[in-house]
């Protein structure tokens, strides 16, 4: 699970307004905000998991905690404070662990996250 200090809270999510980069998967889509202009030196993620995506709170905190397990290696490597919201869709629910640690570490890769 991804330590407390580097999840986005309420309080510090990004305003819309900012302009983000966005990357779309089979599995998810996520949007990366740059800390250009924070003094703060911690990259921040947040996992954000509709109703309408899992009905229950016990399948949405799982699927939250596998893509936090995902993410936690490429923020401790991360050079750049950022700010990058995941956003999973149904089918991440279905697919073997491995399989969407392949799929989301490519599609962030391939996006020019880390």
């Given amino acids: 699970m991804l330590p407390k200090k580097n999840r986005i809270t309420r309080k510090n999510f990004p305003d819309f307004k900012i302009r983000a980069t966005r990357a779309y998967s089979q599995f998810f889509s996520g949007s990366l905000y740059k800390n250009e202009t ?5 990259s921040h993620v947040s996992v954000v998991i509709s109703k309408k995506v899992a009905k229950t709170a016990v399948v949405r905190n799982r699927m939250r905690r596998r893509f936090y397990a995902i993410v936690e290696p490429l923020i401790k490597n991360s050079s750049q404070p950022l700010s990058l919201i995941l956003y999973p869709k149904a089918e991440s629910l279905k697919v073997e662990f491995s399989i969407l640690q392949a799929n ?7 996006a020019k996250f880390f």
Avoid: A, D, G, R
Avoid at 38 to 42: A, G, P
Avoid at 104 to 110: A, R, W
């Fill in 104 to 110: 989301v570490i490519t599609t962030l890769q391939k």
């Fill in 38 to 42: 924070s003094s703060n030196t911690l």
